[in-house]
Nanobody
Framework: QVQLVESGGGLVQPGGSLRLSCAAS????????VGWYRKAPGKLRELVAI????????SYGDSVKGRFTISRGGAKNTVYLQMNDLKPEDTAVYYC?????????WGQGAQVTVSS
């Protein structure tokens, strides 16, 4: 069982930045495909960004392209989501997800609120 712990959420003004972290209990985390998803009240869960295992190819949802960056940490058991130029519509609970073969794991979520 892999434990995922998100951190770094909070309240930020429009145009501000936050960096979310997803720390895994799995030392072989680099073998996992890792994604960030978000869920806002009254909306469907949305894929924000993913990073593959191996070479670490990244992909982003259309609403965050050019503003958000997903990356793996140097320790290899952490994945980050750098969020810049935040907008009120980015307000949501952000979840880290990790997949390896048929296994999938979710973190508990981190609240991000963008408001003036």
């Amino acid at each position: 069982q892999v434990q995922l712990v998100e951190s770094g959420g909070g309240l930020v003004q429009p145009g501000g930045s936050l960096r979310l972290s997803c720390a895994a209990s799995e030392t072989r985390f680099s073998m996992y495909l890792v994604g960030w998803y978000r869920k806002a009240p009254g909306k469907l869960r949305e894929l924000v960004a993913i990073v593959t295992n191996g070479v670490g190819t990244t992909s982003y949802g259309d609403s965050v392209k050019g503003r958000f960056t997903i990356s793996r940490g140097g320790a290899k058991n952490t994945v980050y989501l750098q969020m810049n130029d935040l907008k009120p519509e980015d307000t949501a609970v952000y979840y880290c997800n990790a997949n390896l073969d048929s296994l999938t794991y979710w973190g508990q979520g981190a609240q991000v609120t963008v408001s003036s």
